[in-house]
């Protein structure tokens, strides 16, 4: 008798479990990208992606310099794993004019002792136990055709600045950020975007948006963010021209009007076996350095931080094996005068690097004037589809443009790992 009960436990238990599977089959496919894509409504996707290392830091900058790069302040020889981004996020069509979507993201992982921690102190998206944790990066509501070829997005927003055009066709972020993201131009923010289309083809288009300027953190002073960029895409989609602006005060006070102001170009050709792209801006920062003199006192000096960045990344076996390779030359102050001032001080996050001493967990030499230019270059093997094994080198020379010649670098050998589910990344954008 037990072992008939037993039987027919087993039995209903197969049962239901085979009824589960169809029912979440079924779900699955209901609730796939294409579904999603195709805007049908009650339709969603879940989906994801993560880029880590192994790393070997072949030799450190004797300054520590970088700023808010990933491996200023790591001592020479260090070998480690490290997750640089982990994406968890949901798409939902509630119908077809409305969709919302959210994005919980764990990145900027500065372990203790590295810039821009202190030596006691963890920071970027560590908690106080060292532990990596999400935060919520987007979360917004979109209005489809809200006029004709216009959306509007309300709430934690990707920005015009370039995860809309630019970082796709770079295509390699788990390599590193474009040039205006690692000065920490805004990739998403709390505000509302239009984003529209002057064609049916979306060969030509608009991106503008007023923001906090604060990300994922709350509004903590009464000025906004102001982006606003125009694109083109010429000869069947293969060659695409973006021009971007924005404008953010910083401080406005009768004795002090702060902002900063960028303008940023872009240019690529892009096809199946091949993209070249080109991206440079001038951020021109009122009244933003601090000049000491030699003869005594301090001037307030408008500066024009600029940027370019060159890059290449085509096919070696087509769906296997491809190549990438970047050079990024910037320079954070366009005015030095080392006859009349010989110390700046800037005031604008990510435009004021300074020399870090892990040591004492301060930024002791008073270098904000120099130069950097970042190579990086690799291999992208795919075993299979979303899944990329890229070995590559990342570089950064550090060179003042003070009296006192200091010239020295960073350089990191990297196997960087790349997979993602639920939404495409073919990582070839043409």
């Known amino acids: 008798m037990r072992k008939s009960n037993l039987t027919l436990k087993l039995l209903l238990l197969s049962a239901i479990l085979i009824f589960s599977a169809g029912i979440l089959k079924a779900q699955y496919l209901w609730n796939s990208d294409s579904a999603y894509k195709a805007g049908a409504p009650n339709s969603g996707r879940l989906w994801g992606y993560a880029f880590s290392d192994y790393y070997y830091k072949g030799h450190s900058d004797s300054l520590n310099r970088g700023g808010s790069n990933q491996y200023s302040g790591i001592p020479q020889s260090r070998t480690a794993f490290q997750f640089r981004r982990i994406y968890l996020g949901y798409d939902y069509n509630i119908n077809k004019t409305f969709s919302a979507e959210v994005l919980l993201a764990a990145e900027n992982d500065y372990p203790t002792g590295n810039a821009p921690a202190t030596t006691t102190t963890a920071t970027g998206d560590l908690l106080q136990d060292n532990n990596l944790t999400f935060y919520i990066k987007l979360m917004n509501l979109r209005w489809k055709n809200i ?153 307030t000096l408008s500066v024009a931080a600029k940027g370019i960045s060159f890059y290449v990344h085509g096919d070696i076996i087509p769906d296997k094996l491809r190549f990438f390779a970047r050079l990024d030359l910037y320079n954070p102050n366009n005015i030095v005068n080392n006859s009349v001032y010989n110390k700046y001080v800037g005031n604008t996050g990510n435009y004021n690097d300074n020399s870090y001493d892990g040591a004492t967990g301060t930024t002791a030499t008073g270098d904000e004037t120099y130069k950097q230019m970042f190579i990086s270059g690799g291999l992208d093997f795919s075993p299979a589809k979303n899944i990329h094994i890229m070995p590559n080198i990342w570089y950064e020379r550090y060179s003042t443009q003070l009296t006192t010649a200091n010239t020295d670098h960073d350089l990191v050998y990297r196997m960087t790992f790349f997979y993602s589910f639920g939404k495409d990344y073919s990582k070839q954008y043409y």
């Open 147 to 299: 006029w004709k070829g216009t959306d509007l997005v309300v709430g934690q927003v990707a920005t015009p600045a370039f995860p809309l055009l630019s970082e796709k066709i770079w295509n390699y972020r788990d390599i590193e950020r474009t040039i205006s993201d690692i000065r920490r131009t805004p990739s998403f923010d709390m505000g509302a975007t239009l984003q529209g289309r002057f064609d049916p083809k979306a060969n030509f288009g608009y991106d503008v948006m007023v923001g906090n300027g604060t990300q994922a953190k709350p509004e903590s002073d009464n000025f906004k963010w102001f982006y606003g960029d125009v694109y083109g895409k010429f000869l069947d989609k293969h060659l695409i021209l973006d021009l971007y602006a924005d404008y953010n005060r910083l401080n406005w006070v009768p004795t002090w009007h702060h902002s900063r102001q960028m303008l940023k170009g872009f240019i690529a050709y892009t096809s199946k076996p091949l993209t070249v792209g080109v991206e440079g801006f001038i951020n021109n920062l009122k009244n933003d350095n601090f000049a000491s003199k030699i003869a005594g006192g301090v001037d």
